[in-house]
């Protein structure tokens, strides 16, 4: 085994870099305001070349999770979790839920988007935003 | 139907390597074949099959394990026409070469030797990254394996659907009853769901036993444009009808699998499935789901008509889809129990339902086989009959 690696293409440089500085970035299509995830070199829903970098307001709502059993990283022990989460700005964000877990349903759930310092990376979790 | 593929070739050649055999060793450490070698010796028992001699076959399709050169030195097929494709692909390609004149006999060759040259789905080094995004791109939160993407795809659909995780067992318990009356699977010991239950999670909410296999092999077909399989034909099973709609919006972030369970693409197929065959679903007597993981099967039975959206759960549990009671699904045992070969062994197996051939996996009366695959959004689905 190794340690997990991210998938760092051209695009995905500065949302890296806006990690490390724990302000999660993403493109913005200036046509139709569509975020992009993953960073890519054209909007799909509009295919307007022109965007800008924008930081997530930070909140989302889990869609999906799962837990998993047998190891596939070295950096990875499990058990772990993943989970999917619709961001309030569009995009679905595969990432990791943090700190306390739901009790009961986990679909549903607001979440916060929080950094999380892993190897030499800084990467985007999440945890349960306070319940109203 | 002007420009329909319905009927334009049949099946004349089926073949494989020795799944059980090679399993028992590359468990004993051995490496019996490498690819090509499988797959050589799934085209021999192909051509064996079909009754025809080698020199007639004018096109030839590999499969993705291996190089379309090399194949075609090794097997020494000079061809007016060839390619590349996955299984479902390439039975739908030599169809359109066929049509078009392109080709009068082509031979689909696969080899893989996945289990004994240790080929991972999952962790730093996951195959198939290159061509899906989504299998690589998530693995810094540890999200890696194609299993993992139908885990987090089966967690939301149970919330939605309703489906339960008993219900979801039906699969495996049924492909493994399967596969006990098939001496060309690999795991033949029957399961109940209780044993489904009790078996551990791999990435939660899916158990071991809603996995495929890993193993080595080689399948291998015959397909002739239909006037020649009509003459020189053993027994041709005639391709009535084919369909294929790619879900490619949103893939890496997962949405048509969390929003939608593929569901669009399924039903655009059925429409043009089931119109180019002029059959519908109550015509089909089985059915081959490629099945890497269990949860392709409720979703091909709601995708395709054959319960009501949302109905997967009730229609496994009280209809059925196992060779004892109601609808049967990969009647081989499939990826989950026969044998892991992607798509091509559900093909071979179809051609076999048809010619009555299947032994004591057989489905009485088997004239119509419906077949369907969703990997990764890209759903396809191939009709085959007498």
């Given at each position: ?14 949302m ?5 500085r ?5 493109q913005?299509?200036n ?7 993953p ?13 800008r ?13 799962v ?8 950096d990875h ?10 961001v ?5 964000v ?32 999440f ?6 | ?38 797959g ?5 028992s ?48 030599a169809c ?10 082509v ?12 080929v ?20 810094p ?70 996995y ?6 080689g ?11 009509r003459?020189v ?69 709601e ?39 992607q798509?091509?062994n559900?093909?071979i197996e ?8 299947a032994?004591d ?11 369907s ?9 191939i009709?085959?009959?007498?």
């Amino acid at each position: 085994m190794a340690n997990s690696q991210p998938v760092v293409t051209l695009y995905d440089t500065p949302m890296w870099e806006s990690l490390s500085r724990e302000r999660m970035q993403l493109q913005s299509c200036n046509h139709c305001g569509t975020l992009r995830y993953p960073p890519g070199p054209i909007c799909s829903a509009c295919t307007s070349l022109d965007y800008r970098w924008t930081d997530l307001s930070g909140g989302g709502e889990i869609l999906s999770w799962v837990r998993f059993h047998r190891a596939y990283f070295d950096d990875h022990p499990p058990p772990y979790n993943a989970i999917a989460v619709r961001v309030d700005e569009g995009p679905i964000v595969v990432s990791s839920l943090i700190g306390p877990e739901p009790e009961g349903e986990w679909i549903g759930r607001r979440v916060r988007l929080a950094y999380r310092r892993h190897l030499d990376r800084t990467q985007h979790a999440f945890m349960l935003s306070e319940q109203p | 139907m002007t420009g329909s593929l319905s009927g334009v070739a049949s099946v004349i050649g089926i073949g494989q390597s020795d799944w059980v055999g090679d399993h028992q060793r590359v468990r004993a450490g051995e490496r019996p074949h490498d690819s090509y070698g499988y797959g050589a010796q799934a085209f021999l028992s192909a051509l064996t099959d079909s009754g025809i001699a080698r020199d007639e076959i004018d096109g030839l399709i590999v499969g993705p394990t291996t190089a379309y050169e090399r194949v075609g030195e090794l097997l020494g097929l000079n061809v007016r026409w060839g390619g590349q494709a996955d299984a479902m692909t390439a039975v739908m390609e030599a169809c359109m070469a066929i049509h078009a004149g392109l080709a009068s006999v082509v031979a689909l060759v696969y080899g893989n030797d996945q289990r004994s040259a240790q080929v991972n789905y999952g962790g730093p080094d996951a195959q198939g990254g290159g061509a899906f995004l989504a299998y690589v791109y998530h693995a810094p939160w540890g999200f890696t394996s194609q299993g993992a993407l139908y885990a987090m795809m089966a967690r939301r659909y149970m919330h939605e659907r309703g489906l339960t995780e008993a219900e979801l067992g039906e699969v495996a318990v049924a492909q493994r009853l399967a596969a006990s009356r098939n001496p060309r699977a690999l795991m033949r010991k029957p399961i109940a769901i209780e044993d489904y239950l009790a078996s551990p999670f791999i990435c939660e909410p899916l158990h071991l036993f809603d996995y495929c296999l890993i193993n080595d092999g080689g399948v291998a077909l015959i397909i002739a444009e239909a006037g020649k399989a009509r003459r020189v034909g053993r027994a041709p099973v005639a391709i009535k009808g084919v369909g294929r709609y790619d879900l490619n919006r949103g893939a890496t972030s997962l949405e048509p699998r969390l929003l939608d369970y593929y569901l669009p693409a399924q039903q655009a197929v059925a429409a043009q499935v089931f119109e180019m065959a002029s059959l519908g679903p109550k015509d089909m007597d089985a059915l081959q789901i490629y099945d890497s993981f269990s949860l392709h099967i409720p979703l091909a039975l709601e995708g395709y008509g054959y319960c009501p959206i949302g109905g997967a759960g009730r229609f496994m549990r009280e209809t059925g889809i196992s060779l004892a009671k109601g609808l049967p699904v990969n009647t081989s045992g499939g990826h989950l129990s026969e044998s892991y070969m992607q798509g091509w062994n559900h093909q071979i197996e179809a051609v076999r339902q048809v010619r009555g051939e299947a032994g004591d996996h057989q489905v009485e009366g088997c004239r119509h086989v419906h077949y369907s695959s969703d990997v990764a959004g890209k759903a396809i689905s191939i009709i085959y009959g007498a």
